[in-house]
T-cell receptor, first 115, second 113 residues
Framework: DGGITQSPKYLFRKEGQNVTLSCEQNLNHDAMYWYRQDPGQGLRLIYYSQIVNDFQKGDIAEGYSVSREKKESFPLTVTSAQKNPTAFYLC??????????????FGPGTRLTVT | SQQGEEDPQALSIQEGENATMNCSYKTSINNLQWYRQNSGRGLVHLILIRSNEREKHSGRLRVTLDTSKKSSSLLITASRAADTASYFC?????????????FGTGTRLKVLA
């Protein structure tokens, strides 16, 4: 059963604590992405990785960090430096075929609440 | 602002009617995609149209792309209550050798039974 899994579904943390969100895919996709979605808004790109051991900052990378040690895993750490971390976090992956990139497959999301 | 801007922001129709959503973007693209998101869930890919295509169909979905106007439309025919969701367009583009997807702000569609 292929797909992308994110865990946990809901996460609660106290302000000042770092927290790591998990994202795993068994689709053998090259690229993986992290997005943040705030209520009633679209998706904003945090980080993305096109290949193992390489990743690039997206539009809102400040206060976040990632790693890509394995093709199937792309964890996101929300650090205490992120000023407003409460949001819905979505992980996605896509397959690269030659120079063509196709649709993204999304995980179910993690809703992070920081108080 | 976002690369993709959907219009309208919200749409409410009766079951059986058609729903049309529009997306405008700013820069040259490789392709444009439409996604659906049910409340509190991840996004699901609906359809992809490449920059050299003008129209594409998939079941009750019809997508058009006008690269001269930098716009796309998504038509859902004979809508059902189960079509109630938010719909996003995403443009894919290559910048500085990397490949990115940029999402619009979405259209919230409500289909009344």
């Amino acid at each position: 059963d292929g797909g992308i899994t994110q865990s946990p579904k809901y996460l609660f943390r106290k302000e000042g604590q770092n927290v790591t969100l998990s994202c795993e895919q068994n689709l053998n996709h090259d690229a993986m992405y992290w997005y943040r979605q705030d209520p009633g808004q679209g998706l904003r790109l945090i980080y993305y990785s096109q290949i193992v051991n390489d990743f690039q900052k997206g539009d809102i990378a400040e206060g976040y960090s990632v790693s890509r040690e394995k093709k199937e895993s792309f964890p996101l750490t929300v650090t205490s430096a992120q000023k407003n971390p409460t949001a819905f976090y979505l992980c996605a992956s896509s397959l690269r075929q030659r120079d063509r990139w196709d649709e993204q497959y999304f995980g179910p999301g993690t809703r992070l609440t920081v108080t | 602002s976002q690369q993709g801007e959907e219009d309208p922001q919200a749409l409410s129709i009766q079951e059986g009617e058609n729903a049309t959503m529009n997306c405008s973007y700013k820069t040259s693209i490789n392709n444009l995609q439409w996604y659906r998101q049910n409340s509190g869930r991840g996004l699901v890919h609906l359809i992809l149209i490449r920059s050299n295509e003008r129209e594409k169909h998939s079941g009750r979905l019809r997508v058009t792309l006008d690269t001269s106007k930098k716009s796309s439309s998504l038509l859902i025919t004979a809508s059902r209550a189960a079509d109630t969701a938010s719909y996003f367009c995403a443009t894919s583009l290559t910048t500085s050798g990397t490949y990115k997807y940029i999402f619009g702000t979405g259209t919230r569609l409500k289909v009344l039974a």
